[in-house]
């Protein structure tokens, strides 16, 4: 290691190489870019999305490479170099921000490496504050006091700035700018060494004031024109960018400079302050080249470089294993978990004949969602002293009526004697008394009752509403290391939260996730909706770094707290059920928090020796050590606690042992970027289909990989238009799961076959042609908008509703025929492979809200037809895996004589109906199908319908 990172201290005696002593202009752009590099992949700028971060990051990157060409082309440093971006590239694709920030540092080492003297020093010395700002990063995310002490030093950088401008100014650590300061406090300490100015004692103890100065007063401007934030939000040149609408009929021109400019303000302010901080580096390494030349330093001794170097590398191996590293994996198998009856709340989920958003019901799938983990749910009406008796956990959502005398003790006493609480809260929640009178404060009462039970502790639910950045929190989650967030990323709302309450955390308390980007608006008394204040970002808002969950210690057991009761509800569940999983395993394990005290002191103190260990032996190899020691230890321990704490739920048995029939557990793949909106209740979003799949007795979640141990435990998988393709792994995985008695549905067109073709061929499908058709380069013919019958009840028809349909080909001769087209294009078919079933439909938004259910519950052309399909389907395929009776539908469910002509949701004149007369010679469906294929191969055949018999 030394050998490729050699000494960096000046030139051998006797040897010049041009500019050794004068860093050139292209290595201060390089080293100057490389610092803000390390700025943006930290998210010390402000939100980004994480691919953008990391795309300029590498974009970037490849710039600093460029610019700091070695000088010195020796094999060595090439191959090194060459290792480097490769190591930097895995690094930078890690979704650990600390991995992030290291990889930038390897690569700024790596290019050092081809430099000479003061130019490698420059670049060496900038990789250095990446690493360290890495180190803080991990401790500060992993060490809750410090997470509450870098908060408090922002918030008292905020005050500051705020009596200077008189504007007032609330933040935390991410707007504060501490990633700024921790890598110009390492700067400014490198000054004392650099040769600017001359080493005179007496002036470089001048030098460094005059820089520390510097640099704080480019911090203090920041923040001083952060705080004019909002003011200049209401800048009529804003207001005016924001509020003129386009012309009639014209297509509205791109957003001007000002209202891009106006989504900056204050999100991605930060960026000002790295701005201002380049520029102080910027003249440091100018004032350099016109300093005295770099007296020749005597080389310290190898064996002292390599002792150096052993041991930053052990203590960056072993620091993240005492915070990041989880190895007991608690299970729910089991366990007794109390819901309280009473609160804000109901336990309803959707009912058949009942539709739209409200209909979807708030806890009622809490007890099934538990039982597939294996743990018993009991809701309680009074939290009784016999209900209590043996739990593991009490949850508590949104309580809201006063408590009885008893149950406040009764619930202390249960934590204290080593169970857990978990209290959700809501935001902007002030009871009223008795006499309808908001609750008087001023009196030493709380103001709602979650506040009341949590008494105890160090964790309030504020009067406010924590609002983020970008809907759902996503890219904006800090999660601190914990067994229930590790490896869970913020690319979705994997972590259920929306707009709830911040929590007001001081220590014993901690910390467990928190939204870096959002802010916390007060909260109304006089407002009428739901006292929530103005929704946007005002002058003494708390900016950033909200408190979204804590926990502390009680007695024996322990206090969880959330802001926001999102996640535990029907609609959000299916999203983020992993991490729902780890947290109410986490409540029933009996060992306490998952960091004791000894741990984060143990943590702390291996962190401060490595950083005291970098900064004392100054040596280049000692960094890159420490460098791929944490990435290499953080991204292990984060990757065995992920595999440890992740639970799959499990469809085909109860919690008592015994099978469950059926098996209720249904997927809709999310690992292949399906064709429709992850927002679910979007017109192309799917919360319709979780719906209808939940009022037939299913519990949807979200399939995150495609794995055999997943689709083992469950029945039904169904893929929307998929955009990546499948793998041949995955192409196996799906047909061993349905011929082991699985059912697969697949909703695709063929403008989005392509990634699901080679799954399809292999279940013996094709859509729109055959490959011999497409070889020949021939099109297929587009159905478009269509209703096509699938029930015939004799007096009465049901139908059903296409929003593009393309033909199903299907050679199988015992396949079953759902729905076709006149002319004969089969639309809907079904076939068994093995013991499991197979339906595919030639049409991508077959399944999206469009088609199928609006949000307001409002009907499609006067009808729910597509519901009502999908309550008889999953009732056939149920019938077909003797696990349940085939339903029909009734003359009131079906579509009239004479079906609506055009939907309201889509004015293309090019959708139709069966009784729309023939306007481009396309044949029109006017009469459902004389009979269906009756049989399926196998052992366990279809029941017929009606209209077969």
């Not at 003297?117 to 991990?138: D, G, H, K, M, P």
């Not at 009734?890 to 579509?895: G, L, Q, T």
Request: net charge neutral; with cysteine.
């Amino acid at each position: 290691m030394s050998s490729s990172l050699p000494e960096t201290s000046g030139t051998a005696p006797g040897k010049e190489y041009p500019g050794a002593n004068d860093p050139a202009a292209s290595t201060i752009v390089a080293a100057l870019l490389g610092l803000l590099c390390v700025w943006i992949v930290a998210g010390s700028t402000g939100v980004l999305a994480h691919s953008f971060r990391r795309g300029i990051t590498l974009a970037a990157l490849v710039g600093v490479v460029l610019l700091a060409w070695p000088v010195r082309k020796r094999f060595a440093s090439l191959v090194w170099l060459a290792a480097s971006i490769a190591i930097a590239l895995s690094l930078l694709a890690s979704p650990l921000v600390p991995l992030n920030i290291l990889a930038v540092a390897v690569v700024l080492l790596a290019v050092s490496c081809g430099q000479e003297s003061l130019n490698r020093l420059t670049l060496q010395r900038i990789a250095e504050a990446a690493v360290l700002l890495a180190i803080y990063r991990i401790a500060l995310t992993s060490i809750p006091r410090l997470w509450l002490l870098a908060d408090t030093t922002g918030g008292l950088l905020g005050s500051l700035a705020a009596a200077i401008t008189r504007q007032p100014l609330r933040i935390g650590a991410t707007f504060g700018g501490l990633d700024f300061l921790v890598v110009m406090l390492f700067l400014v300490g490198w000054c004392r060494r650099a040769p600017y100015p001359p080493r005179v004692p007496r002036q470089s103890v001048r030098s460094i004031a005059i820089l520390l100065s510097a640099v704080l007063l480019c911090h203090l401007l920041y923040l001083a024109i952060l705080s004019f934030a909002p003011a200049i939000l209401q800048a009529d040149c804003m207001q005016l960018a924001a509020t003129v609408p386009p012309t009639a009929g014209a297509t509205p021109p791109p957003p001007g400079w000002i209202s891009q400019l106006r989504t900056m303000i204050p999100w991605n302010m930060p960026l000002l302050a790295a701005f201002l901080q380049m520029g102080v580096v910027a003249a440091l390494l100018v004032r350099m080249r016109s300093a005295s030349p770099l007296p020749s330093l005597k080389k310290r001794h190898a064996a002292f470089r390599f002792a150096i170097a052993g041991l930053a590398l052990v203590l960056a191996v072993v620091a993240p294993i005492s915070i990041a590293w989880f190895p007991h994996a608690p299970s729910l198998h089991g366990k007794k978990i109390v819901f309280y009856e009473k609160g804000f709340l109901n336990w309803l989920k959707a009912e058949h004949g009942q539709y739209g958003r409200l209909t979807v019901g708030m806890y009622g799938l809490a007890p099934t969602f538990l039982a597939s983990y294996g743990a018993n749910a009991l809701v309680s009406a009074d939290l009784s002293a016999a209900d209590l008796e043996g739990a593991d956990a009490v949850v508590l959502l949104f309580p809201n009526e006063p408590w009885h005398d008893d149950q406040l003790p009764r619930l202390r006493k249960f934590v204290e004697n080593g169970g857990t609480l978990l209290v959700a809260g809501e935001h902007t929640i002030w009871e009223k008394e008795a006499d309808g009178s908001l609750i008087d404060i001023a009196s030493g009462k709380d103001r709602n009752r979650f506040n009341e039970v949590l008494k105890p502790t160090a964790i309030r639910v504020n009067f406010d509403s924590a609002m983020f950045t970008v809907g759902g929190w996503l890219h904006s989650y800090e999660a601190l290391a914990h067994p229930t967030s590790a490896g869970i990323t913020d690319e979705k709302n994997d972590f259920g939260v929306v707009i709830g309450a911040s929590l007001d955390v001081r220590s014993p308390a901690r910390p467990l996730l928190s939204g870096r980007f959002g802010w916390a608006s007060p909260g109304d008394q006089d407002s009428p909706r739901a006292m929530m204040g103005n929704e946007s970002y005002t002058p003494g808002d708390k900016l950033g770094d909200i408190i979204l969950v804590a926990e502390q210690s009680l007695g024996k057991g322990k206090i969880v707290a959330f802001g926001d009761p999102s996640g535990f509800t029907n609609g959000i569940t299916p999203g983020c059920y992993d991490y729902m999983a780890r947290l109410y395993s986490y409540l029933s394990d009996s060992h306490g928090v998952a960091l004791p005290t000894w741990r984060l002191w143990l943590a702390f103190s291996l962190l401060a020796v490595l950083t005291l260990v970098l900064l004392i032996g100054s040596q280049p190899a000692a960094f890159a050590a420490a460098a791929l020691g944490l990435a290499v230890s953080l991204c292990t321990c984060t990757s065995a606690t992920n595999r440890a704490w992740t639970a799959l739920p499990e469809g085909r048995i109860a919690p008592d042992g015994s099978p469950r029939v059926p098996n209720n557990l249904a997927y809709i793949d999310m690992s292949h970027l399906g064709s429709f909106s992850p927002e679910s209740w979007r017109p192309d979003g799917l919360m319709g289909l979780t719906m209808n799949l939940m009022r037939n007795g299913y519990l949807t979640l979200h399939l995150p990989e495609m794995t055999p141990e997943r689709l083992e435990r469950a029945r039904l998988l169904i893929s929307v238009a998929p955009v990546k393709p499948f793998t041949p792994r995955e192409i196996e995985t799906v047909e061993d799961f349905v011929r082991k008695g699985g059912v697969f549905i697949s909703t695709v067109g063929y403008e989005d076959v392509g990634p699901s073709k080679a799954l399809l061929a292999n279940l013996g499908f094709y859509i729109g042609q055959r490959p011999e058709d497409e070889r020949l380069g021939r099109e297929p013919q587009p159905l478009s908008f269509f209703k096509a019958p699938f029930f015939n009840g004799g007096k009465y028809m049901a139908y059903v509703r296409f929003f593009a349909g393309w033909r199903v080909i299907c050679d199988d001769p015992s396949r079953l025929v759902i729905s076709q087209y006149p002319s004969g294009e089969e639309l809907i078919v079904m076939r068994r492979l093995g013991q499991g079933l197979i339906v595919v439909v030639g049409d991508t938004f077959f399944a999206a809200n469009k088609n199928l259910e609006n949000e307001g519950g409002e009907p499609i052309d006067g009808l729910h037809e597509n519901a009502i399909f999908w309550r008889w389907l999953l009732a056939l395929l149920q019938s077909g895996m003797s696990e349940g009776q085939p339903w029909y539908p009734a003359e009131a469910d079906c579509s009239p004589a004479e079906p609506a002509a055009t939907p309201s949701a889509t004015p293309d004149p090019s959708m139709r109906s069966p009784d729309d007369p023939p306007d481009d010679g396309t044949p029109q469906p006017s009469s459902p199908p004389a009979t269906l294929p009756a049989t399926l191969p196998a052992d366990k055949p279809v029941p017929q319908t009606p209209q077969n018999k």
